[in-house]
Structures are given as C-alpha cells and as structure tokens.
C-alpha cells in the first residue's frame, strides 16, 4: 500500500499537487479532487483577488521550468468558502488551502485571522517563500521577521498549520529556520518553493523566456532535485519529530518520490511535471512508486520513510 500518515490522517497515497498548479478555480481543484492525487493544495490566496504579472509568465524547459507569476488568484474569500463548502461535503478527505500575502507582514496576520474567524478548521499551507513579488523579499529568507510574524500567528490562530519554505543552501541556514521553527506548535513545513531568482536564456535569441522581472523567475523540475532533497532531509534531521515534511521539488517519477521519502517527507507535491504531463501523473507515479516497493520487498512507506542509509 501508498498509504501515506500525515498529522494524524491517513491519505490513500502521497502524491499532490504542488500549489500554482492546475488549483486557481474550484473546476479545477474538482479535478484534482477526482484525480488519482492522495490530497491537493489551492493556489496560494491573497487577501484581494490579482491577476498577476504580464506574459509570458510560465516557460516549460527542458529540464523543468522558470515562472514568474506575480501570485495571480481569486483572492482569500473564494478559497475559504469553497474549502468551507469541501470540508462540508467531505469532513473524512482533508486537503490544504494555501495561503500568502501580497504585501508583507500585516496581510499575512490579516489572513490568518480571516482564516481562524472562518468555518474552516482543515489544514492550511502558510506560504512564507513566494520568490515572484517584485520589490518584496522571500519572508522565510528573513528568520527574525519570519519569528516575528509566527509569534504574532500564534497569539490568535488555534488551527492547524505549516509552512512553506524556501530552498537553503547552507547549514547555518538549515540550524536557523529550525531553531525558529521548533519553537512554535507547527504540524507540517512544506520543502522545497522553487529556487527563487533564476535566468534562463534562449539560445536561437539570446533573449530570457518570461517577461516579468527582466527575466528572472522560480526554478522548478529536474533542475532542483538535489536541492529539495537537501532541504527536506535537513530539516527532518533538525525539526521536533511532531513536525512532518512535505517534500516538493523535482519529482518526475517513482524514484524521484522514493527518494524524497527516504530522505523523510510524509506527503509529496508535483508542480512542474503536473504542468507539463496533467494529471495522469498522479496515476503513474502511484503505479512506479508501488512497484519499487515490491521489487524491495516493502509492504508500506513507514518501512523506509527517513531511512536514508549514509557513508
Ligand atoms: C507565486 C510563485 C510562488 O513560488 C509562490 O510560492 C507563490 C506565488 C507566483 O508567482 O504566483
């Protein structure tokens, strides 16, 4: 089995989608709903509604892809009363609704408390790593602020919530963001958003391939395996064990899954190969996933989660 045990619940497997893709209406969280994915994630909401950067916005690479999106969504409002309206229909079939800020601190706190206010009492993703707000910094690059603003989270919100954090590529960084961390009732964080701030050039042009920023936009795909895989085995080996992992980045295929789970993620997001294949992908990775257990001779992900051998 692909059960996968995320803060208490039992999914039927671990996939999901990362949040960004195939997730701004409720047509197509539907989908996603009914697809093969053990759990999903609505597009990260702001308090007011956006339409995002200009286009070209997403490029497709070789290897993954750049995006620049600009956090374009319906606004906080429409998630919450559609996630109201799931939680309603299915209390047994929990999902995340992902929330962000446009404008930096006071709309982050602002959000929550709209959230804690509200009738919704599943899980929220706190997206602390959106690289695409021109002028304003990833938070969770900010360990003070980002110890700031979850104190100030924690004096009203009482449901359950993780975060989203970015890629970190040195281990003082690793030390930090867990110290702040576990110091707080956090039930998930969420490894990796994309590696923030590339730039891709078209070779036949000479020219980048997004508009917004001159250019630079979020990495995802197989560029970012090691990265996330990094990120996510860290912070397993330096968080409070009450915390689960969602790895996120780079998963093309079973073994890429396999791996994340190795290195200790409970559930697993697919952004950039969601885009690129549909959502066949959930079926297919749940068939290469499943098979790679039985030629181990594993009959659960809990009999290897985290078991990453070293030298
Ligand atoms: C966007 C991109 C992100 O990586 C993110 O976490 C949130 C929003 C965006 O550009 O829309």
Do not use: W
């Amino acid at each position: 089995t692909l059960q996968a045990t995320f803060y208490g619940h039992t999914f039927d497997n671990p996939f999901m989608n990362a949040s960004g893709v195939h997730c701004m209406d409720k047509t197509e969280l539907d989908e996603l709903a009914a697809s093969a994915s053990g759990s999903f994630v609505t597009k990260s909401a702001t308090a007011d509604s956006r339409d995002g950067n200009p286009e070209p916005r997403y490029i497709n690479l070789e290897l993954g892809s750049i995006n620049s999106m600009g956090l374009p969504n319906l606004g906080l409002a429409y998630y919450l009363e559609d996630a109201i309206k799931r939680q309603a229909a299915n209390p047994d079939t929990p999902f995340f609704l992902s929330v962000a800020s446009y404008k930096g601190f006071d709309e982050y706190v602002s959000n929550m408390k709209h959230i804690q206010e509200s009738d919704y009492t599943g899980l929220v993703e706190l997206n602390l790593s959106c690289p695409n707000v021109p002028g304003k910094p990833q938070m969770a690059y900010d360990f003070e602020d980002t110890e700031k603003l979850l104190n100030e989270i924690f004096k009203f919100y009482t449901k359950p919530f993780g975060v989203k954090l970015p890629p970190y590529f040195d281990f003082m960084h690793f030390d930090k963001i867990a110290d702040v961390l576990n110091k707080f009732d956090i039930k998930f964080v969420n490894c990796v958003n994309s590696v923030g701030n590339g730039l891709y050039i078209d070779e036949a042009t000479d020219t980048v391939v997004i508009k917004p920023k001159g250019g630079f936009g979020g990495i995802g795909g197989e560029y970012i395996k090691p990265t996330a895989l990094a990120n996510v085995r860290a912070l397993r080996q330096r968080l409070n064990p009450s915390i689960d992992i969602i790895g996120t980045g780079g998963i093309l295929t079973g073994r890429d899954a396999y791996e994340h789970l190795l290195c200790g993620a409970s559930m697993l997001q697919v952004g950039t190969q969601l885009h690129k294949e549909g959502l066949g992908v959930f079926e297919r990775l749940n068939t290469e996933l499943l098979a790679i257990l039985e030629a181990k001779g594993y009959t659960s992900i809990a009999d290897f989660k985290g078991k990453l051998a070293t030298l």
